[in-house]
Every structure is written in C-alpha cells, then in structure tokens.
C-alpha cells in the first residue's frame, strides 16, 4: 500500500516557470511533511517542510502549499533555474519522531534554459 | 543543522564478504535511526528502524539475517551486510532522529562485483 502519491514522475520546465509538485497521503495521523531534493550520486538533503497548523509556508522561492481536508500537500518552485534540476521526494511521518519517514516515489525535474 | 556522518561514502566489495556501514551523529543524540535503500532512479525503501539498545525491527522483505544492524549508542548505528551479493548493490542512507526532527547521513553506494 502506497501511503504517499507523488506525481509527476518527470517534470520539464522553463527557466524562470514555476514548477509544481504534488503529493498526497492516506494516513490521516500524519503530521510531518517534507520535501527532499536529491542529485545523482548524493543523499537527499531536506529543502522545507511543513507541519498541518499552517496551510502554507514559504523559504525563499520554495513554498509549500498544505491542504489537510483534501490530504494533499504541494512544492511550488518559483523561478525556477538550472540548478534546481534534480529528483524531489515528499515525505510524511507521525509527529513522535520514532516514526519512520514515508516517501513518494520521486519527481524528476528538469529546468531547460 | 544537525548532522549524520556516514561512512564510507562508497565501497566496491567481492561476492561472499561482508561490508559495515556507520552512521554517526555529531551534534545530537539520535534515539532512532532508520536505515533506506535506493535503488537506481528508484525512491528510498525503509529496511529497518532501530533504537538505541534495543534490536531492530525490519520491514517485510529484509533479512535480518543478512542485514545486521546494530545501535550501541545514541550517536552511532552500524549496518552490516553480511555475505554481500550483486543484487546487494544499492544506495544505502542512515537518517537518525530525535524528536520531531530526522537528518540524513551523506549515503553509502554498494557496489558487489
């Protein structure tokens, strides 16, 4: 049983466009939700994240959208460069910190100059 | 932020021996270490969640048997995969946790020839 859904599986976009990624989860006792990126060869590295007392919460061009009646969370990248190519994974866990983190399966961005 | 130090980063072993790999926090004391694979192109599968002195507990699918992790202490976890096989070789990530907050260790890549 899948408890995150992630999608697009590839995304491209233009310099300067916003890119947008979307998850959503099943487990309603889920209260941590980060987004990770990754490059090839690397471990992911923990780009923002929200907890489901906000609706949305920004850091620097990433934002993180959060819809807690709907189940769904999103990473909007405004913006967006180059750079910012790589594999983005949402991510959700229980609050008690002994719980393991639960990921999609990965959103491979591309920003084509 | 905090940090994981994992080591070694990559490792390139024969069919039949045995690789350890350690995950060490330095700045904090993680009560809960979680250990992923990834496979190519492929998202991070949790194998197995352990806590300081006690043993681990695997997800369905993974040998314990073959997957030896130990957590002696609240700053270092060790996996060890014992008698290593081709279709051993992955990416191999530590993410350790304290409280409501978890921090990946920089990765190890497996590669059993």
């Known amino acids: 049983q899948q408890q995150v859904k992630q999608s697009p599986q590839s995304l491209i976009v233009q310099k300067g466009g916003i890119s947008i990624i979307n998850c959503a989860y099943e487990?309603?006792?889920?209260?941590?939700f980060p987004w990770y990126q990754q490059f090839p060869g690397k471990g992911p590295a923990l780009l923002i994240a929200?907890?489901?007392?906000?609706s949305e919460k920004k850091e620097g061009r990433f934002t993180i959208s959060f819809n807690k009646s709907a189940k769904q969370f999103s990473l909007h990248i405004m913006d967006s460069q180059p750079g910012d190519s790589a594999t983005y994974f949402c991510?959700?866990?229980?609050?008690?910190?002994?719980?393991?983190?639960?990921f999609g399966k990965g959103t491979r961005l591309s920003v084509i100059a | 932020g905090a940090v994981v130090s994992q080591h070694p980063s990559w490792v390139i072993c024969k069919s039949g021996t045995s690789v350890k790999i350690e995950c060490r926090s330095l700045?904090?004391?993680?009560?809960?270490m979680f250990w992923y694979r990834q496979f190519p192109k492929q998202s991070l599968m949790l194998m197995a969640t352990?806590?300081?002195?006690?043993?681990?507990?695997?997800e369905q699918g993974v040998e314990k048997d073959k997957f030896l992790i130990n957590h002696a202490s609240l700053t270092l976890s060790t996996l060890t995969v014992t008698s290593a096989h081709p279709e051993d070789s992955s990416f191999y990530i530590c993410?350790?946790?304290?409280?409501?907050?978890?921090?990946f260790g920089q990765g190890t890549r497996l590669t059993v020839v």
């Open positions: 487990n309603t006792a889920f209260d941590y």
């Open positions: 352990s806590n300081e002195g006690s043993k681990a507990t695997y």
């Open positions: 929200i907890r489901p007392d906000v």
């Open positions: 991510a959700a866990s229980r609050n008690s910190g002994n719980t393991p983190l639960v």
């Open positions: 993410l350790g946790s304290m409280n409501t907050e978890a921090f």
């Open positions: 700045d904090f004391q993680a009560t809960t």
